[in-house]
């Protein structure tokens, strides 16, 4: 599987209420996407404590369901609509799904480098260890860009955790999923 996300960063001026709106408008387009295993829409803004953005993180079954999005009309729309953006991809180390029963309401996600002389050994552990059960937490993903040699976690939450140094927090308005 692959991860990929893009951002887009807005004034502070801005009212998210627009972005919102277009994900609720825009998401359940997704559901059952092919080649999507889910699409979290990240939104973020001063409530938060955040700037405000709005970036989406794709779990992709594969790099063909990846490409035919990259390359369709929906994706133009979002091009056209705020600009076309660096789009990142990791590949994917776990994926957990915990507590399904009702869709998360907001995200976490933190970046960390891996040391040089990380061991393979080291990563498959941090794997287990990023994607560890928690307390409402809906799900988890771990992955690695083995490019710059980082692996980003984002967690699915039902409530809003506790702000944490270095960690994103975003509000999930919607999830869309494979079904």
Request: proline share 8%; net charge neutral.
């Amino acid at each position: 599987m692959i991860a990929m996300q893009y951002r887009f960063d807005f004034p502070g001026s801005m009212d998210m209420a627009t972005i919102h709106q277009r994900v609720v408008e825009k998401g359940p387009g997704f559901d059952g996407l092919a080649g999507l295993e889910q699409k979290a829409f990240l939104v973020s803004d001063a409530a938060l404590g955040e700037p405000n953005r709005y970036a989406p993180f794709y779990l992709w079954r594969s790099a063909t369901g990846m490409r035919e999005f990259l390359l369709s009309d929906a994706f133009a729309a979002v091009c056209d609509a705020f600009g076309r953006p660096e789009v990142v991809t990791w590949t994917l180390l776990r994926s957990r799904q915990l507590d399904t029963s009702r869709p998360p309401a907001y995200a976490t996600q933190e970046t960390t480098p891996i040391a040089p002389g990380a061991s393979t050994r080291s990563l498959r552990e941090l794997a287990l260890t990023a994607a560890y059960p928690r307390a409402g937490l809906h799900s988890s993903i771990v992955a690695i860009d083995p490019q710059g040699w980082r692996v980003t976690r984002v967690l699915l939450w039902h409530a809003l955790p506790e702000p944490a140094a270095g960690v994103d927090t975003w509000h999930v308005p919607y999830l869309a999923t494979r079904r």
